[in-house]
C-alpha cells in the first residue's frame, strides 16, 4: 500500500477525532474532508470507505472508555463511583449529592430515542443524506440550535454535575439528540444544547453525552461492520489500522482539552465556527 494512501487514513483518523466529540460534526467534516480532498472513495471503493469511517469511529469510542473508565466501571455495578475519586479530566473532586450518582438506567432512557430512529432510517440515512450539501444545512441548523442554548437557557443551573441529571432530563436529551442522524447537525452539539436548555450545566451535558456515545456508537459501528464485513480486506487494514490509531489519539488529547473548558467558552464560539465553515465550504465546493 502506498505511502500517500496511509497518510489519507490518518488525516481522516485526526479530522475524526478531533471532531467527534467537539459540537462541530465529526461526520460533517469527514464528508467535507473526503469529498474535496482525499476522496478515499476512489481507493477502495464507496463500500470500503464507508466501512473506514466507522473503524476509525471505533478509536474514538475507545478514548472515552479510557477516559470514563471508571464511570463506566461503576455504571456496570462492577464498583461504586467515590466521593474520593477525582474527576478524569480536571482531577476535580465530583460534585455529587448526597447518595446520587449517574444510574445505567438514566444512559439507557437516553439513549432509546435515537436508537430506534437510527435502526429504522439506517439505510436511508446512509443513502441519501451522506453528501456535501446535506451537511451543510445540519451545520447551520445545529449552530442554530446552540446560540439559542447559550442565549436563552435557563440562567440558573439547576444540574452541575452529572450524578444530579433526572430521568426527565436524560430522556429530554435523547429526543433531542435524534436530530444527530442528519449528518452534519453533531450528537454532542445537539445533545450538550438540549442539555443546557434542560438546565444542566454545559460540563455536565459533556459528561452525559460522552458517556451516551459510547453504546450509541459502538452499537452503531458494529451494525454497520456485520452489514458491510466483505468490505473489511486485507489490502485495506493498514488503511484502517492506522486512521484507527491516528483517530484513538487525537480524540483522547482533544477530549480532554474540551471537557476542561467547556464551562468556560460554551457553545456559541463553536456555532460561529459552524456557520463561517458551511459559508466557506458552500462558495468553495459550489
Known amino acids: 500500500m502506498e505511502l500517500l494512501t496511509i497518510i489519507k487514513a490518518i488525516i481522516l483518523g485526526i479530522v475524526e477525532g478531533l471532531t467527534e466529540f467537539a459540537p462541530v460534526s465529526s461526520t460533517g467534516h469527514m464528508i467535507i474532508v473526503d469529498d474535496m480532498w482525499l476522496k478515499s472513495t476512489e481507493l477502495f471503493g464507496?463500500?470500503?470507505?464507508?466501512?473506514?469511517?466507522?473503524?476509525?469511529?471505533?478509536?474514538?469510542?475507545?478514548?472515552?472508555?479510557?477516559?470514563?473508565?471508571?464511570?463506566?466501571?461503576?455504571?456496570?455495578?462492577?464498583?461504586?463511583?467515590?466521593?474520593?475519586?477525582?474527576?478524569?479530566?480536571?482531577?476535580?473532586?465530583?460534585?455529587?449529592?448526597?447518595?446520587?450518582?449517574?444510574?445505567?438506567?438514566?444512559?439507557?432512557?437516553?439513549?432509546?430515542?435515537?436508537?430506534?430512529?437510527?435502526?429504522?432510517?439506517?439505510d436511508y440515512i446512509d443513502e441519501h443524506l451522506f453528501s456535501t450539501s446535506t451537511v451543510l444545512i445540519g451545520l447551520v441548523v445545529g449552530a442554530v440550535l446552540m446560540i439559542i442554548a447559550d442565549l436563552f437557557g435557563p440562567k440558573k443551573i439547576q444540574t452541575e454535575s452529572v450524578d444530579q441529571i433526572t430521568y426527565k432530563q436524560a430522556l429530554g436529551v435523547g429526543l433531542v439528540q435524534c436530530f444527530s442522524l442528519w449528518p452534519g447537525f453533531s450528537r454532542s452539539g445537539s445533545t450538550i444544547s438540549g442539555g443546557v436548555l434542560l438546565g444542566m450545566s454545559h460540563r455536565a451535558a459533556a459528561d452525559f453525552t460522552f458517556i451516551m456515545a459510547v453504546p450509541i456508537m459502538a452499537g452503531a459501528s458494529l451494525l454497520s461492520l456485520m452489514k458491510n464485513w466483505q468490505y473489511f480486506t486485507i489490502d485495506a487494514l493498514p488503511f484502517f489500522i492506522a486512521g484507527f490509531i491516528s483517530a484513538f489519539v487525537f480524540a483522547l488529547l482533544s477530549m480532554r482539552f474540551f471537557l476542561k473548558l467547556i464551562n468556560r467558552i460554551k457553545l456559541l464560539p463553536f456555532a460561529i465556527y459552524r456557520i463561517i465553515l458551511a459559508a466557506v465550504v458552500y462558495f468553495v465546493f459550489f
Open 46 to 122: 464507496q463500500y470500503t470507505a464507508n466501512t473506514f469511517k466507522v473503524v476509525i469511529q471505533l478509536g474514538s469510542i475507545l478514548a472515552v472508555v479510557v477516559i470514563f473508565r471508571n464511570r463506566f466501571i461503576e455504571l456496570l455495578g462492577l464498583k461504586r463511583f467515590s466521593r474520593k475519586q477525582s474527576d478524569p479530566v480536571t482531577e476535580q473532586q465530583p460534585q455529587l449529592e448526597k447518595g446520587g450518582h449517574l444510574k445505567l438506567t438514566q444512559v439507557l432512557v437516553g439513549l432509546v430515542p435515537a436508537g430506534v430512529l437510527g435502526v429504522l432510517f439506517n
